[in-house]
């Protein structure tokens, strides 16, 4: 059984950091692209960032790139979103997500998903 469990969200000020983590069992994390996904109370769920198995490429939405940075670490099954320089429209749970295809934006073509984890940016 896949699962993906995120953590380290909370809350934050504006202009502050936050990291999240996804933690991945059940499947070769090696294997799988991830990527995070983010929802806000009325909103659609929309593409954060992705990274694909390697490591060596990653995708980001236009609103976070030089803000949010993607990572992975492969020996220990987790990916990782770095968060700097929040606002308060950064709001909103944040979601892991893994497929075993390349790198996609749409969130309907990943396979797997996480519970998601809160982030909340106080103004």
């Known amino acids: 059984q896949v699962q993906l469990v995120e953590s380290g969200g909370g809350l934050v000020q504006a202009g502050g950091s936050l990291r999240v983590s996804c933690a991945v069992s059940?499947?070769?994390?090696?294997?799988?692209?991830m990527g995070w996904f983010r929802q806000a109370p009325g909103s659609e769920r929309e593409f954060v960032a992705a990274i694909d198995w390697s490591g060596s490429l990653t995708y980001y939405a236009d609103s976070m790139k030089g803000r949010f940075t993607i990572s992975r670490d492969n020996a220990k099954s987790t990916v990782y979103l770095q968060m700097n320089s929040l606002k308060p429209e950064d709001t909103a749970v944040y979601y892991c997500?893994?497929?075993?295809?390349?790198?996609?934006?749409?969130?309907?073509?990943?396979?797997?998903w996480g519970q998601g984890t809160q982030v909340t940016v106080s103004s």
């Open positions: 059940g499947r070769p994390f090696s294997m799988s692209t």
């Open positions: 997500a893994a497929r075993g295809g390349l790198a996609s934006l749409r969130h309907d073509e990943y396979d797997y």
